[in-house]
Each structure stands twice: as structure tokens, then as C-alpha cells.
Nanobody
Framework: QVQLVESGGGLVQAGGSLRLSCAAS????????MGWFRQAPGKERDFVAAISWSGGSTIYADSVKGRFTISKGNAKNTAYLQMNSLKPEDTAVYYCAARPSTLLYRDMNEYNYWGQGTQVTVSS
């Protein structure tokens, strides 16, 4: 089992930045792809970004490309989401997800483990 804990959410003005962290604990000896998803009130959970186990490959949703950056820590069991030029439409609960794989995935159904989420609110 793997436990994921997100942190770093909060309230920020439009144009500001936030950095989300996702720390994995438990059975972290396997190689995990990690991803970030978000869910706004009344909407479905959407893909934001994903990173391979090694950190060498990343993919992004078109809506965040060029503004958000996903990365991994040196120990490979922590993922970060640096969010710049935030917009009110980025307001959502952000979730971290992980799957034991050397590949990376956009589809939320591919992920085995999920964090509890962290709220990001961007004011206009």
C-alpha cells in the first residue's frame, strides 16, 4: 500500500503562484508514475499533469501547459506541481495520484493510489 499526502494549497490572487507537494509513504520501493488531477465544484475530475518514475518524461493538459510544471524530488517518492500565472478557472481541489509503472498516464482510471486533495482558490 502507498499513502499520498498533498500540501501547499491555499488562496492566491490571479497571476500569483503556488507550489503543491505530494509525499508518498508506505511501499515506495516500487517505481511509481505520479500525476496531478483537479476537480472544481460540480465538475468532473480532470487531468492536469503526469510524470514518469524517473522524472524524465512529463505530459500536461493543454489548459495548464506553459504555466504549470510537474517534477519529482531526488528520492522519487515526492512529486511537485509548480503553478504560475494562476487564473480563477484554476480554482479546484487538486489531487495527487500514483501507479506502479515506468510509464505515465492521463487517464485517472489508470492510477491505483490517491491523496485526499488540497484546495487551491484563485481570486480575481
Amino acid at each position: 500500500q502507498v499513502q499520498l499526502v498533498e500540501s501547499g494549497g491555499g488562496l492566491v490572487q490571479a497571476g500569483g503562484s503556488l507550489r503543491l507537494s505530494c509525499a508518498a509513504s508506505g511501499r515506495t520501493s516500487s517505481r511509481y508514475a505520479m500525476g496531478w488531477f483537479r476537480q472544481a465544484p460540480g465538475k468532473e475530475r480532470d487531468f492536469v499533469a503526469a510524470i514518469s518514475w524517473s522524472g524524465g518524461s512529463t505530459i500536461y493538459a493543454d489548459s495548464v501547459k506553459g504555466r504549470f510544471t510537474i517534477s519529482k524530488g531526488n528520492a522519487k517518492n515526492t512529486a511537485y506541481l509548480q503553478m504560475n500565472s494562476l487564473k480563477p478557472e484554476d480554482t479546484a481541489v487538486y489531487y495527487c495520484a500514483a501507479r506502479p509503472s515506468t510509464l505515465l498516464y492521463r487517464d485517472m482510471n489508470e492510477y491505483n493510489y490517491w491523496g485526499q486533495g488540497t484546495q487551491v482558490t484563485v481570486s480575481s
